[in-house]
């Protein structure tokens, strides 16, 4: 399943299959993104990251890719798990913003057994 | 290590009255930050401070106050509490040296303003 945009839409895949969530970006002078998971009732949880010199980096079951082009971002969950069901922040930080990251509004992932 | 740790998890307050968020870290980071969530709106950065004695505005300033007078604390304090300020509050903090942009968050402080 895929999701687009940076409002919060809902992503519902089965157990197994393979999540894409998607985020948009407008700062074309961001230089950093990283993606971040968070559980009903908890804080954010940093994922993997990537800078803006790479299109793509790996971490556990989960692929990052940049496309600068387009300013666009993807995480993709590889065999998604019931555990993987939270709301997905993508975060981008720019050359000339210091020190802030810049949050998306997240999208709603479910997990169906 | 514990992380960042907040208090209170959850406070019920009236229009006008005052509180303080606690946030501490055990992390030594220089970077401490918070962040209110609202429905639709992702996190937005309210304050936030690169070291001891140094705090700055974020996005969304009014209302609150901080300071910093250790590198573990960085209380966020609500002097006249509004309706508007109800909220779900993250402290997260991080290192400041080069290539250090992951934020460690806490669990979050469920404010409600009646």
């Known amino acids: 399943g895929e999701s687009v945009g940076l409002h919060l839409p809902t992503l519902s895949v089965q157990e197994g299959d393979n999540s894409i969530i998607n985020c948009a970006y407008s700062n074309s002078a961001s230089d950093y993104f990283i993606w971040y998971k968070q559980e009903s009732g908890k804080g954010p949880q940093f994922i993997i990251d990537i800078r803006s010199n790479m299109d793509k980096r790996q971490g556990q079951r989960v692929t990052v890719l940049l496309n600068k082009t387009v300013k666009h971002l993807s995480l993709q969950i590889a065999a998604t798990q019931p555990g993987d069901s939270a709301v997905y922040f993508c975060?981008?930080?720019?050359?000339?913003?210091?020190?802030?990251?810049?949050f998306g509004e997240g999208t709603q992932l479910t997990v169906n057994p | 290590n514990a992380g960042v740790t907040q208090t209170p998890k959850f406070q019920v307050l009236k229009t006008g009255q005052s509180m303080t968020l606690q946030c501490a870290q055990d992390?030594?980071?220089?970077?401490m930050s918070w962040y209110r969530q609202d429905p639709g709106m992702g996190l937005r950065l309210i304050h936030y401070?690169?070291?001891?004695?140094?705090?700055d505005q974020g996005e969304v300033p009014n209302g609150y106050n901080v300071s910093r007078s250790t590198t573990e604390d960085f209380p966020l304090r609500l002097l006249s509490a509004a309706p508007s300020q109800t909220s779900v509050y993250f402290c997260a903090s991080r290192r400041t040296d080069s290539g250090a942009n992951v934020l460690t968050f806490g669990a979050g402080s469920r404010l409600t303003v009646l």
């Open positions: 975060a981008e930080k720019g050359e000339t913003s210091g020190s802030r990251l810049t």
């Open positions: 992390m030594n980071h220089e970077y």
């Open positions: 401070s690169v070291g001891a004695g140094i705090t």
